[in-house]
């Protein structure tokens, strides 16, 4: 499972990062965790940020933030498609 943080590195984007990487842990789910800082990359998926983007699909973008429950629920969701 790819898992994509987009955001320039402001403290939202910081905060979302670290409730994904908990949720991972949380979740027992072997996943590559990747912050995207290129604003050209980030805009191909959205002008919102920040951005979670799992397995190539945009899943939150903007505030507030999603919660670690809701982006353990993402992280399911995307993991049993997948």
Known sequence: MEIKVLGPGCPNCRMLE???KKAIIELGIDAKVEKVTNIIEIMK???STPGLVINGKLKHSGKPLPSLEKVK??????????
């Open 45 to 47: 998926y959205t002008m």
């Open 18 to 20: 670290e409730i994904v």
């Open 73 to 82: 629920e993402l992280i399911q969701q995307e993991n049993i498609k997948g």
